[in-house]
């Protein structure tokens, strides 16, 4: 019996989207962010204080 408002807008996306998630598992799907190929699914590595400008 919460009574959420406006500013608990996150929290109703997350409960959404973990609900989704849950129903691609049992439906036997991936959930969204799951990624299983190993060529795409490396690790960035984030250096404190290092700048990081885009490759074009």
């Given at each position: 019996?919460?009574?959420?408002?406006?500013s608990d807008?996150?929290?109703?996306l997350l409960r959404?989207?973990?609900r989704e998630?849950?129903?691609?598992?049992r439906?036997?799907?991936d959930p969204r962010g799951v990624v299983r190929?190993?060529?795409k699914n490396s690790m960035i590595e984030i250096i404190?204080?290092?700048v990081v400008t885009?490759?074009?």
């Open positions: 019996m919460e009574h959420l408002g406006s807008e996150g929290v109703i959404k989207l973990d998630a849950m129903e691609d598992a439906a036997g799907r190929d190993p060529e404190p204080g290092e885009p490759v074009s």
